[in-house]
């Protein structure tokens, strides 16, 4: 488990202080993938930092595993460290040493037996499905490949805890989901804490069970994927919510329907809904207005449903209020559009 307690962390640049975190408090429980998410100068990789101590709090505290992270001995802080893994935006290999040699260089410094080393090493290369470049040099890998040898290098020590700082911002859609699914795998095959910094929300639906949106230094809003992308409290969140699951009806459909009194628009939003259970057939089976499905955006979740339908219901006043009724039954929020001009 990682804990921040009233963390705070601040700099000093050109004689000012630069307040880079103020007041974090969070939970990161064993097992997670966390997802700390938050535009450019939120304190993203300042809080990372803290955990393996690249970074002191200037004021807080931090607890790992039990330890109060700035109580540590010198010794005490090194053997925390090597539980401690780290995986980088731009790969931070070594060019002139083989995959192997940079998989193997923090085993080379901790003075491990070089038999122990090339079966470790081979170990890991079959692991992140690279078996056939061990003698290559980073010059000869794609951006996927080189991720895959960082991530190799930061299980070397069998550690407990993965911090990734945008370890999949430098790479192409269709990398980012290979090196996200490897991810998946590692914390689901070895219980490993992940901890993942990232601006991109998509990143945190795909592959994140909590999740905590930073502005400024601070915290505003944490908690499980499925409700903080369900029920975003905050404005920031939403903004990035929305990049993900888009919430309003297109002006360019909403402009060909004027609401009135026998034709009202609606946003239906649903949060942990299971994703083989209808949405709407008991209403439109059960209910005299008519209901027609404008716009629709939906994520699974861990196999539940979050999003929205936007609907027109035609009748009269009573059977769209009955209609609206039938819905919210369902567990379905309601909110009326009011047309082109709003949407």
């Known amino acids: 488990m990682i804990q921040f307690k009233h963390a705070g962390k601040i700099f000093t640049q050109d004689g000012q202080d630069v307040v880079a975190l103020k007041d974090v408090n969070l939970r990161i429980d064993t097992g997670d993938i966390y997802g700390l998410v938050g535009y450019s100068g939120a304190g993203k ?36 460290k090597r539980n401690i893994g780290m995986i980088f935006q731009h790969f931070n290999l070594l060019e002139t040493k083989t995959v192997a040699q940079n998989i193997a260089l ?8 070089k038999a122990e080393i090339d079966r470790k090493v081979d170990e890991l290369l079959a692991y992140v499905e690279l078996p056939d470049k061990k003698n290559a040099y980073p010059r000869e890998l794609s951006g996927g490949q080189k991720q895959r040898v960082g991530i190799a290098r930061a299980l070397v020590n069998d550690p407990k805890i993965l ?37 991109e929300m998509s990143v945190v639906e795909r592959v994140c069970n909590k999740v905590a949106v930073m502005e400024q230094g601070q915290v505003i809003e944490h908690g499980s994927v499925l409700a903080v992308f369900g029920q975003p409290q ?12 888009k919430r309003d009806l297109p002006a360019a459909i909403g402009q060909h329907y004027t609401p009135s009194e026998h034709l009202r628009l609606f946003s239906l939003g649903y949060l942990g809904r299971p994703a083989a259970k209808p949405l709407l057939s008991h209403t439109v089976l059960n209910q005299n207005a008519a209901i027609s499905v404008l716009f629709a955006n939906t994520k699974e979740i ?36 009011e047309g082109a001009a709003h949407v």
């Not at 905050?234 to 699951?245: I, N, P, S």
């Not at 009724?325 to 909110?335: D, F, K």
């Open 45 to 80: 990789s300042t809080l990372l930092r803290l955990i393996n101590v690249l970074e002191q709090p200037t004021s807080g505290e931090v607890w790992v595993d039990g330890a109060l992270i700035s109580a540590y001995s010198p010794a005490e802080l090194r053997h925390a």
């Open 106 to 113: 923090p085993l080379v410094l901790a003075g491990v037996s």
């Open 163 to 199: 911090l990734c700082d945008e370890a999949t911002s430098a790479l192409d859609p269709q990398t980012t989901l290979a090196i996200l699914n490897l991810l998946k795998k590692i914390n689901r095959e070895q219980n490993i804490t992940i901890v993942l910094v990232t601006h």
């Open 234 to 245: 905050q404005e920031a969140t939403r903004r990035f919510v929305r990049t993900v699951v």
């Open 302 to 337: 861990d196999g539940m449903l979050v999003g929205s339908v936007s609907v027109s219901i035609a009748g009269t006043p009573a059977d769209i209020a009955a209609a609206v009724a039938s819905i919210e039954a369902e567990g379905i929020s309601v909110t009326e559009q």
